[in-house]
């Protein structure tokens, strides 16, 4: 059975960190990354990465300060998030795809989801 675990998430103030997994289970993907979505707002892509190459893709909104890795002996992959704000308050959501397209990635158009991680940042 494929699954996506995400964990991680929780409140922090401004300001602060927090390092997102998301650790899979069943299969493996040719590219893993995640996606956030708040209340009232469209899901938006984050980052993602490939499972077979150190090749990393970030939405600008997170450039410099979201940083995504792997683990690929625990097949697991991670979101580091510095400098929270309150903006980043959000359900945080793992996602994967068989296949090496990024473009349909970024949209969305992935095989598997996570259940989420809620982030929320406020003092």
């Known amino acids: 059975q494929v699954q996506l675990v995400e964990s991680g998430g929780g409140l922090v103030q401004p300001g602060g960190s927090l390092r997102l997994s998301c650790a899979g289970f069943g299969r493996p993907f040719s590219v893993r990354g995640w996606f956030r979505q708040a209340p009232g707002r469209e899901r938006e892509f984050l980052a993602a990465?490939?499972?077979?190459?150190?090749?990393?893709y970030y939405a600008d909104s997170v450039k410099g300060r979201f940083t995504i890795s792997k683990n690929i002996r625990n097949n697991t992959i991670y979101l580091q998030i510095n400098n929270l704000q309150p903006q980043d308050t959000a359900n945080y959501y793992c996602a994967a795809r068989a296949d090496y397209n990024n473009d349909a990635f970024k949209k969305g158009r992935v095989a598997y989801w996570g259940q989420g991680t809620q982030v929320t940042v406020s003092s």
């Open positions: 990465i490939y499972w077979g190459s150190d090749t990393t």
